[in-house]
């Protein structure tokens, strides 16, 4: 526990020391002057040395690896990324490994079939498999034969529980039944009152991406629900959602720890790994915002995705009328486009993609901090926490958000 908190005020610090630049809008690069602002000058050249396909392994494992960090062309950069790969779960010491709950299908070790075919994306049929996998093997540690699965969308989860392996396990009582219930999940909802029957019955609180606020809420409810509820199994996202679920712990909330923001929590969600290139739209974005009068910057309105394959010209008509401007000289608009698109289509457009990368290298030390805030609330709650784990359960490529955050209650009093 103790190390569990020093590693979480760890990466407080780093992530606290660096608000401004994790918690930067890319739509304001160029309007706000973030490159000259927010990136130090000897990291800044680090990146700019760097190919497109160089920067894309950035925040990866094989970062390191590359010829120009191995030859110790890039020192300031290589430096960063030392920094950043300490104060991600793995390199605290946070992730759970080497136990029964760290059995997850994503890994080839799973006794459940496939649940291929009906209907999913590759991502959830990934997803669905692997949190089955250790949801059921949680249910029979526990002695569970009712699961509360919190924002279950279209029950894919539930469903391919109440498969026959995975009903074994189970020990079927508690899955032949697939019970909808529709209720706010908050700090007032009430597990005796939602569910009903019998008290006796004891259950798993589970949850695939429980959205935004939702997750600190079913952590919460969770330790309310003890001894009915035996243990859980969430896994977070949307991060930049929440509203008032961060800090949970005693920890952060004694040290007076704010909240990083929305745009760095929006950055948790993001997975490095994937190496995807941007594309024209995030420049045509930072673009936009030049043209934009301070009254627009400020309404709060969003252009959000726009379809449009053709050229800087084509995607401002389009944000413009988004936006409420009426284009009147369609022409004009066009020449403003060219001349912006050139004057900053070179090296500016190189350090807004660098600038783009770097934030997404941060990926791991927001999240590590979010989740780990979760679980040393937990782990605060002992005794009605016995233990609490943090486990890898989705390939990250597939899965950006891949850990569960998982817990095993005890009776209050003890057992």
Same mark, same amino acid.
């Given at each position: ?20 630049? %994790?918690?930067?809008? $890319? ?15 000897? @990291? ?14 950035? &925040? ?14 890039? /020192? ?22 080497? +136990?029964?709950?760290?059995? /997850? ?6 006794? %459940? ?19 089955? #996998? ?6 029979? *540690?526990?002695?569970? *034969?009712?699961?509360? +699965? ?10 391919? %529980?109440?498969? #026959? ?6 020990? &079927?009582?508690?899955?032949? *039944? ?12 009430? @597990? #005796? ?15 695939? =991406? ?5 997750? /600190? ?8 629900? @003890? ?12 991060? =930049? ?6 800090? $949970?712990?005693?920890?952060? &909330? ?20 994937? *190496? ?65 698109? =050139? ?39 002992? /005794? ?5 784990? %943090? ?20 009776? @209050?009093? &003890?057992?």
């Amino acid at each position: 526990m103790n190390e569990l908190r020093r590693a979480l005020s760890r990466v407080a610090d780093f992530t606290e020391a660096n608000k401004s630049f %994790i918690n930067a809008h $890319m739509v304001d690069f160029y309007t706000k002057q973030h490159w000259e602002r927010l990136v130090d000058a000897d @990291v800044g050249r680090d990146l700019l040395s760097l190919t497109e396909e160089e920067l894309l392994y950035l &925040g990866t494992e094989q970062f390191m690896n590359l010829e120009c960090v191995r030859a110790g062309r890039v /020192p300031a950069l290589q430096a960063l990324a030392l920094q950043l790969e300490r104060h991600t779960l793995s390199a605290l010491g946070a992730l759970s490994s080497g +136990d029964r709950l760290a059995h /997850p299908a994503a890994y080839g070790e799973s006794g %459940i079939n496939s649940f291929a075919g009906r209907g999913m994306s590759p991502k959830k049929e990934h997803e669905v498999d692997a949190m089955a #996998e250790l949801v059921a093997s949680l249910a029979h *540690r526990l002695g569970v *034969r009712q699961l509360l +699965d919190l924002g279950s969308g279209k029950g894919y989860l539930a469903a391919r %529980i109440a498969l #026959e392996r995975a009903a074994k396990m189970l020990q &079927g009582e508690g899955v032949e *039944r697939l019970r909808t219930l529709t209720a706010r999940v908050d700090d007032r909802f009430d @597990v #005796e009152a939602a569910l009903g029957g019998n008290e006796e019955e004891q259950l798993l609180v589970c949850g695939l =991406h429980t959205c935004g606020e939702l997750g /600190p809420s079913a952590l919460r409810l969770a330790v309310r629900g @003890v001894p009915r509820v035996r243990g859980l199994c969430l896994v977070g996202c949307c991060y =930049h959602l929440l509203e008032r679920g961060f800090p $949970m712990s005693r920890e952060l &909330g004694a040290r007076g720890c704010q909240d990083p923001g929305r745009n760095a929590r929006m950055l948790a969600a993001q997975c490095a790994d994937r *190496r995807q290139e941007t594309g024209n739209t995030l420049f045509w974005r930072a673009l936009l915002q030049l043209m934009l009068t301070d009254e627009e910057r400020d309404s709060g309105k969003r252009v959000g995705r726009l379809a449009v394959t053709g050229v800087f010209a084509d995607y401002a008509r389009k944000a413009l009328r988004k936006l409420g401007r009426d284009v009147v000289d369609e022409l004009a608009l066009r020449v403003q486009a060219q001349h912006l698109e =050139h004057e900053y289509g070179g090296e500016q457009r190189r350090q807004l993609l660098a600038f783009h990368r770097l934030r997404i290298a941060w990926a791991g030390c927001i999240e590590a901090l979010l989740l780990l805030d979760r679980l040393v609330f937990l782990l605060e709650q002992w /005794p009605t926490v016995a233990e609490a784990h %943090i486990v890898r359960l989705f390939d990250p490529t597939v899965s950006p958000r891949c850990h569960a955050l998982v817990a095993l209650m005890q009776h @209050v009093g &003890g057992e």
